[in-house]
């Protein structure tokens, strides 16, 4: 016969056992939930996925939690607080001048996962997207797609450029596309876009090529005047005019590499159908 104190039930270690049962059983729904959601959300890379199931845990705060009851000594804004004192001794010309450089200055992000991220934020606001890729120029977008562009992001790029492009970017703009070629599966990005995006794409390069033609008049203009100004001016004046006109291309030479800075007058009609040739816009 078994005695007695062998068959009680140790009631305090079968509760430990069971809730620790319920803790693990939850823990596996709360990972397999994180995990079903970020494959939902088409998570671009498997940082950001790991990321997702690694805060699983993690509760959104309620309206009863409270962070704390103690004085909250950091302040809201620092950079206010900071400038509090020397305010008063500040023109308004130079606070706006700090105004328009704190606006201007744009964080380079490391790696496509940060562009894409400050992208998504960047396209509730109309023409920041926009103003972002010029900012940043077409080197430093090559460099941050190195690896690889992120999935349907080129087509917004060119939807982008296309709906906002301006005549004095036309440079910067040409400069960007040339780069973006050197993306990591650029190839695999281009074929992917949709119609809509080729449509931009076309329009973008033939605006890009319209607005060259028209430098290109005006500089024969140009030509054409001052070779008629040359006809009533003396020998010594035209041997001046070429050394300045020399000294001029020099400097502007030294200045310049690849297709695109400024202005449209820094990339030509053979530049935009290398262009073409690299979008696969080329005419058969």
């Not at 016969?1 to 509760?15: C, P, Q, Y």
């Not at 494959?39 to 790991?50: A, C, I, L, P, S």
């Not at 009851?69 to 206010?80: E, I, L, T, V, Y």
């Not at 992001?153 to 982008?160: A, P, R």
Request: glycine letters at 6%; aromatic letters at 6%; a negative charge.
């Amino acid at each position: 016969m078994a005695h007695l104190k062998e068959d009680r039930i140790d009631f305090t270690k079968l509760e430990k056992e069971l809730t620790a049962a319920i803790d693990a059983d939850a823990s596996y729904w709360r990972v397999n939930g994180a995990k079903i959601r970020a494959m939902e959300q088409r998570v671009e890379t498997y940082d950001q996925f790991r990321d997702l199931v690694a805060a699983a845990h993690i509760k959104p705060l309620e309206k009863k939690d409270k962070i704390s009851q103690s004085k909250r000594h950091q302040p809201w804004n620092p950079f206010s607080s900071s400038n509090s004192t020397t305010s008063s001794s500040t023109s308004p010309q130079e606070t706006g001048d700090q105004v328009q450089s704190s606006i201007t200055k744009v964080k380079i992000p490391k790696n496509g996962h940060e562009f894409t991220k400050e992208w998504r934020n960047r396209k509730k606001t109309s023409g920041s997207c926009y103003s972002y890729m010029l900012d940043l120029g077409g080197d430093t977008l090559a460099k941050i797609f190195r690896a690889e562009i992120s999935f349907g992001l080129l087509g917004e790029i060119i939807t982008t450029l296309n709906d906002h492009a301006e005549e004095k970017h036309c440079g910067k703009i040409a400069d960007i596309l040339v780069c973006l070629t050197r993306a990591g599966r650029f190839g695999l990005s281009l074929d992917f876009l949709n119609k809509s995006e080729k449509q931009a794409l076309s329009e973008l390069m033939g605006k890009l090529e319209q607005w060259r033609q028209a430098v290109d008049r005006t500089e024969e203009d140009s030509v054409a005047a001052e070779e008629n100004e040359e006809g009533t001016k003396t020998e010594d004046c035209k041997k001046e005019r070429l050394e300045g006109d020399k000294r001029e291309e020099g400097e502007q030479e030294e200045g310049t590499e690849g297709i695109a800075q400024e202005s449209c007058a820094q990339f030509f009609l053979e530049d935009i159908v290398k262009l073409k040739e690299l979008y696969k816009l080329s005419e058969k």
